[in-house]
Structures are given as structure tokens and as C-alpha cells.
């Protein structure tokens, strides 16, 4: 199952590292990853698109815990499709 996650951050070199090593080891494997600078400069908007049979609260807590992260929303979930 696919799970979309909107994402703010504070906008630091390590950040993306952080969140993809998080990702990672909570057994989750990435399906899209799109960055955008707020107005701001300070922050960044992210949208972290993640692939697992995991329940997707076993990822959330864990990047709530990251410092940088302003605010975390589960936008949504749909059914990986497989093709041949």
C-alpha cells in the first residue's frame, strides 16, 4: 500500500538524510519524493510518498520525533498496482 505524506521542514543541509534514513529503517520503501521551498527560505514543503504492508502510524511517530519536522499530515493511501 502507498501512503502520501505532506511534510514541513526546517529547511537544514541533513534534513532530507534524516527523513529517508528514518524511512528506511522502519522498513519503508520510497515511491516519490518531492521537495519545494517555502517563502520563507527556513522551511520546506516535502512530499514523502512511502510503499509498505506496515501500518503507516509505525513510520509517523518516528518522524514526529525529528526536530526539524514542523508538521507531518497523512494525505492519503491507495493500493500499490502492479503491472507486467
Partial sequence: ?????????????????????VTRYRGYELAGLEL??????RSLSITL???SD???????????KLYDIQQLELA???LAVLSA
Avoid at 514541513?8 to 527523513?19: D, G, I, K, M, Q
Avoid at 519545494?36 to 527560505?41: G, H, K
Avoid at 506496515?54 to 514526529?64: E, G, Y
Fill in 1 to 21: 500500500m502507498n501512503h502520501v505524506l505532506n511534510i514541513t521542514a526546517t529547511n537544514t543541509p541533513a534534513v532530507v538524510e534524516r527523513l529517508l534514513q
Fill in 49 to 51: 510518498t512511502v510503499s
Fill in 54 to 64: 506496515k501500518p503507516i502510524h509505525l513510520l509517523t511517530s518516528q518522524l514526529h
Fill in 76 to 78: 492519503g493511501a491507495e
Fill in 36 to 41: 519545494t521551498p517555502r517563502n520563507d527560505a
